[in-house]
């Protein structure tokens, strides 16, 4: 069996630093791409840039009644998703001591990470199942399986969505369907900023405390070499860190 580079990839998080880094990655390697973010000036940029290999749906995924429909009303070229690649999520307000931290905060960063993957995962994988054939790739990270101090509600949705994807896996074990789960270390992607509601000087205080980061192009390397694999074979996990260089 050969792989198959002529699908749809549905990607949440695509006008983000990573999510664009996989959506390009995506279309050099022939694949069409759902763009799905709530920044809607970004994503349609973007989206722009890609080309008609691109499809942009400006989505909040913490928006369940249109998370929901997001299958709705896709172009011919794009309505059959083959690939489903849960990227978005963010950290605002993190970093901090949990009982120090905002409650409001914490709940924010398990409804976009933890619960927004859920949801549109389970909007798009009855009709992978239908068809006996499909990939959700789920972005975790390395705070799923260690523990970061300061960071409790940001680790407690990644640590979620690992077993999120295990579970599924498992019940999905009889069928055609392959999940994955990508297990990043630190990366230069906008989450640190957006962490700091904008505040370049701490992201760039933050970056500058540790000796080493992954790239977006990095990731999104990792995630194209799970999908290109045969149809047979399930790449179930990755973690991928980078190396201490200097």
């Given at each position: ?60 995924i913490t928006d369940h009644a249109k998370v929901d429909r997001i299958l709705d009303g896709l172009p011919a070229e794009f309505s059959r998703v ?142 194209l070499f799970a999908l290109d694999q045969p149809p047979h074979v399930q790449i179930a996990e990755i973690m991928v860190l980078p190396v201490n260089r200097f």
């Amino acid at each position: 069996m050969t792989k198959d580079n002529n699908g749809v990839v549905l990607l949440t998080g695509a006008a983000g630093g990573l999510g664009r880094a996989i959506a390009r990655a995506v279309v050099a390697s022939g694949r069409r791409v759902i763009l799905v973010d709530r920044n809607a000036d970004a994503l349609t940029e973007f989206a722009t840039q890609l080309g008609k290999a691109a499809h942009p749906v400006q989505l909040d995924i913490t928006d369940h009644a249109k998370v929901d429909r997001i299958l709705d009303g896709l172009p011919a070229e794009f309505s059959r998703v083959d690939v489903l690649i849960n990227n978005a999520g963010h950290d605002i307000g993190g970093r901090t001591r949990f009982d120090q931290g905002s409650s409001d905060d914490w709940s924010g960063i398990i409804q976009t990470n933890l619960i927004g993957t859920m949801r549109i995962t389970s909007a798009v994988l009855p009709v992978m199942v239908g068809r006996n054939r499909g990939h959700v790739v789920n972005v975790s990270s390395i705070n799923a399986v260690r523990i970061v101090p300061d960071m409790a509600a940001y680790s407690a949705s990644k640590a979620g969505i690992r077993m999120f994807t295990e579970t599924i896996r498992g019940e999905l074990a009889e069928t055609a369907i392959r999940i994955t789960e990508i297990l990043p270390g630190l990366t230069r992607t906008g989450i640190i900023v957006t962490r700091y509601r904008g505040d370049r000087q701490k992201e760039q205080a933050y970056f500058e405390q540790f000796k080493m980061a992954l790239e977006p192009d990095d990731v999104a390397r990792v995630i194209l070499f799970a999908l290109d694999q045969p149809p047979h074979v399930q790449i179930a996990e990755i973690m991928v860190l980078p190396v201490n260089r200097f």
